[in-house]
């Protein structure tokens, strides 16, 4: 760590050098600083006013000029700044451009819109999501523009479709936030997608119109579910299922036990159409049209078969994206893939740090919240991990007998994209796949020889009814797939939890990755502490040792055992906390820990030096006379009545509602978690 340090120093004299060779590769700095302008913009605790945005848009007069017209030396800096200011402001006009009604409160009424989304929850149940609606009693001006609803009871007479107006009796409430502060919010995502309630119905879902033929912007959402429904039926059961989604991008059919399997063997981004797909479709359309081409003689002497190629793989995907629907990831690994297609077109190099540049700033000036999303990080983690591994390749490949080379290079791939996203998928969804390459050396090779060149072979055989035959195989490789994630993921220690790390820790390590890949000399050592400061960030940063959710209804205590909770119910955020806390036990086993005490509906310890009571239920009001008294920190999951309650420190539901979630550090300092995007703007209006 000295010599770095040492070098990091050293390397100031050559600043100015330094300065005008980076500009020579600033087509690779600028997505690292766009994304350090929309991280920024995420980050802020408040959403920036007018003012905010007209200083950032001011200032990117002074520091472009000096990009394009300043001193050689200061041109690189001056770049930089100006794409992150840059990256701010899309960041905040793509927020508010996005933006619908979220609906302010909990409802219970009639429920009627257009189908515009299928899919199944976690709980596994069947999902709507519903536009054009029509909510008893709520004023057109403050309906949310879309909301998703969880099908539960018996719904076998329903059979959705994209385009469907239905109506129902069910339950709405506006998105959740954080479980805790700085984890997961989905509230941000919700606005996002445009989403302004969730919910469920325990109703029988009734059909009041059916789809609209000439509605083009969701024909080819029907033609994927009905392409979905077609291909469940030659291939019935999971294996089915799970061709569905490899396909058409439909994940409606796959049951939890599966997608739960595929998660514990590290194998679930193989049912998320993603690069991989994409690549695997576009690769094989290339290769097939080339090889044709070439075959023929004479032709490839005369045209360009290779741009041909291109062509028709740049075709194919445009239909695969069209098929399989608008889903962020889907739209991500096209325009890699279309990138990297028009590279081959333009006599560039198709695999390349460049071309990945260029992709990103696509997707980031396009969607910048794709910054915050897994799929993003561990799409781009990979590749650039691929990309840096092909030129070790190139000086051990030649070296191995022919017969080895192929395995060779899937070991090799799979471990470089395995450790590239292994903290990524830790940091996110706090586990690790302890043989998660086992199952991918397993199961991709299959995937990328038998089951999407089958399902490409079956989708241009069709129309001529000859699909049966690529379809069984496909299922065959698919049938193989899935017995590969259950056989994994049944082994003893097949997954492992982590805590979930502070929230720095990932952008740390995301920069110092940055930074260590590109920059040169002692830039490159720099990037290296800030890997190292980001991991030990990670492991010595303790979880937060009181926690209360969002709405009061669970409180958890650090204790000898592990968390305990005080009391069993709200499942989910209680799940939450086990998950960041890196700890498997069930929200029932740390209910039962010890640590709080007295009957269900005020519960009590003694924390901080100070009594800490949690009061639920209806009777909670008739105790809180008893637990408010001084120093005592009371939480209660319903409006406090009316009264003087100033003799403790009460958070009752309205309060913790404008808060948010809860923690506090051993010490007793609470901290609250930020305010989402959607909160920020929507309650600013």
């Known amino acids: 760590m000295h010599a770095w340090a040492r070098a990091a120093v050293a390397g100031l004299d050559d600043l100015p050098a330094a300065m005008a060779r980076a500009q020579l590769d600033l087509v690779l700095w600028m997505p690292v600083a766009l994304g350090l302008g929309i991280g920024l913009y995420f980050l802020a605790p408040q959403e920036p006013g007018p003012v905010v945005y007209a200083v950032a848009a001011v200032l990117c007069i002074p520091t472009g000029w000096s990009w394009l017209r300043g001193p050689e030396g200061a041109r690189f800096p001056a770049a930089l700044v100006t794409l992150a200011l840059l990256g701010f402001v899309l960041a905040g006009q793509r927020a508010h451009q996005v933006g619908a ?160 399997a595929m ?113 993003f990080q561990m799409s781009f983690a990979a590749t650039i991990a691929l990309v840096l591994s092909l030129g070790p390749w190139a000086q051990i490949g030649p070296r191995l007998p022919k017969w080895v080379r192929p395995m060779a290079m899937l070991v090799l791939t799979s471990v470089v994209a395995g450790l590239a996203t292994a903290p990524i998928t830790a940091a996110q969804f706090h586990r690790i796949s302890e043989y998660g390459l086992l199952a991918n050396l397993l199961a991709v090779p299959v995937m990328g020889v038998l089951v999407m060149p089958m399902g490409v072979i079956a989708a241009v055989v069709a129309p001529l009814g000859l699909e049966a035959l690529p379809l069984w195989l ?101 799940g939450r906390w086990l998950e960041a806390d890196g700890d498997e036990a069930s929200a029932e086993d740390a209910a039962a820990r010890p640590g709080f005490e007295g009957p269900r509906g005020a519960r009590k310890l003694q924390v901080f030096g100070r009594r800490l009571w949690h009061l639920t239920g209806k009777s909670a009001g008739a105790v809180l006379l008893e637990a408010c008294t001084a120093d005592a920190l009371v939480i209660l999951d319903r409006a406090a009545p009316e009264g003087d309650w100033r003799g403790c420190d009460l958070w009752d539901l309205p309060r913790l509602r404008r808060s948010g979630a809860l923690a506090f550090d051993a010490e007793g300092l609470p901290t609250t978690a930020n305010q989402a995007v959607g909160q920020r703007l929507w309650s600013g209006r």
């Open 101 to 260: 009604p979220v609906l302010g409160f909990r409802y219970y009424g009639p429920i009627e819109g257009r189908i515009v989304a299928i899919d199944r929850s976690g709980s596994d149940h069947l999902r709507l999501t519903l536009d054009q609606l029509r909510l008893d009693r709520i004023a057109p001006e403050r309906r949310p523009g879309k909301v998703r609803v969880s099908l539960h009871g018996d719904q076998a007479h329903l059979h959705p479709e994209p385009g469907q107006r239905v109506a129902l009796t069910g339950h709405l409430q506006p998105p959740n936030g954080p479980a805790e502060p700085g984890g997961f919010d989905f509230r941000r995502l919700a606005w996002f997608q445009g989403l302004g309630a969730v919910g469920y119905t325990r109703s029988p879902v009734l059909q009041l119109a059916p789809p609209d033929p000439s509605d083009w912007q969701l024909a080819g959402h029907r033609l994927r579910m009905r392409l979905s429904a077609g291909l469940q039926a030659q291939l019935p059961g999971q294996a089915g299922a799970v061709a569905a989604a490899l396909l058409t991008g439909d994940r409606s059919g796959i049951s939890d036990a599966t997608m739960q």
């Open 474 to 574: 496909m299922g065959q490789g698919v049938a193989w797939m899935i017995a590969v994630a259950e056989g994994v993921a049944a082994l003893d220690g097949a997954v492992v939890a982590i805590a979930a790390p502070a929230r720095a820790v990932l952008p740390l390590l995301g920069f110092g990755a940055c930074i260590a890949v590109l920059a040169r000399g002692a830039g490159s050592s720099f990037g290296v502490l800030i890997l190292i400061l980001g991991a030990l960030l990670w492991f010595t940063t303790p979880r937060p040792f009181l926690l209360i959710a969002p709405e009061g209804e669970l409180v958890g205590v650090v204790t000898d055992e592990g968390r305990a909770l005080s009391k069993s119910g709200a499942s989910f955020i209680a």
């Open 263 to 375: 998660r514990d063997s590290n194998l679930v981004h193989v049912i998320s159409i993603s690069g991989l797909h994409m690549g695997m479709v576009a690769g094989f359309v290339f290769a097939a049209v080339r090889l044709a081409l070439v075959a023929a003689g004479r032709v490839a002497l005369v045209w360009p078969v290779k741009k041909i190629a291109a062509c028709a793989a740049l075709v194919a995907a445009t239909l695969y994206l069209w098929v399989a629907g608008p889903q962020v990831a889907t739209q991500r690994a096209y325009i890699m893939a279309a990138v990297m297609l028009l590279a081959v077109l333009l006599n560039r190099r198709a695999f390349s740090l460049r071309t990945l540049a260029l992709a990103a700033v696509i997707l980031l000036v396009w969607e910048p919240e794709s910054l915050t999303e897994p799929g």
